[in-house]
């Protein structure tokens, strides 16, 4: 167990609907990245957050939105889905803004 | 963003075999993980190594930073060690990047 958290585990949609994932980190880490796990394009890292600012920005879609909180914890936020957005989402968590990262159990979406 | 290419790309071994997995970077990391994703999906952690040697059991694991390479060795391959294994980094920009992995089976 990482000590990162990410509910749900699994969510199943439809084409054109808006779903959120949100992911609590390990205790003390202050900085938070979401990535993409797909079987096409490999594991693509989205975004990251430094305790509560965007840190770094990847091969993230404009329908795509993300946030941190004051208590740290980040939502993504995937509009508009469609079937390619279908994939496994994880949350990963490090102590600073360039550490070694700790991975969640991830969330597979299934978009219909 | 920098490139990460691993080898080989499969991997088919019998238990009790010794293996080793390659990770290049196009180029200078700041901060080299290996990770293995077990079949349920999970992303392990192996090792954190921006340089030198590291040693966890049968695992080990070296980073040529100048040279820009790492080096993953599987000694007595077990059954549970079938997954795929990924390497990653970021460079100068940040981004972190994941190679497309080295996917190994071990057979008893």
């Known amino acids: 167990d990482s000590g990162v958290t990410q509910t749900p585990k699994h969510l199943i949609t439809a084409t054109g609907q808006r779903v959120t994932l949100r992911c609590s980190p390990r205790?003390?880490?202050?900085?938070v990245y979401w990535y993409q796990q797909s079987l096409d394009q490999g594991l693509q890292f989205l975004i990251q957050?430094?305790?509560?600012?965007?840190?770094a920005k990847g091969n993230i879609l404009e329908r795509f939105s993300a946030q941190q909180f004051p208590d740290l914890h980040s939502e993504l936020n995937l509009s508009s889905l469609e079937l390619g957005d279908s994939a496994l989402y994880f949350c990963a968590s490090s102590v600073g803004q360039v550490n070694e990262q700790f991975f969640g159990p991830g969330t597979r979406l299934t978009v219909l | 963003g920098i490139q990460v290419e691993q080898s080989p790309p499969d991997l088919i071994l019998q238990e009790g075999a010794n293996s080793t997995l390659r990770c290049n970077f196009s180029?200078?990391?700041?901060?080299l993980q290996w990770f293995h994703q077990n079949p349920w999906g999970q992303l392990i952690n192996l090792f954190y190594?921006?340089?030198g040697t590291k040693q966890n059991g049968r695992l080990s694991a070296t980073t040529v930073a100048t040279e820009r390479y790492s080096l993953l060795y599987i000694s007595s391959s077990q059954t549970t060690d079938s997954g795929v294994y990924f390497c990653a980094g970021s460079g100068g920009s940040y981004i972190p990047t994941f190679g497309r992995g080295t996917s190994l089976i071990v057979h008893p």
């Open positions: 957050y430094y305790n509560g600012e965007e840190r």
């Open positions: 205790s003390g880490d202050l900085s």
């Open positions: 190594i921006p340089s």
């Open positions: 180029d200078s990391v700041n901060n």
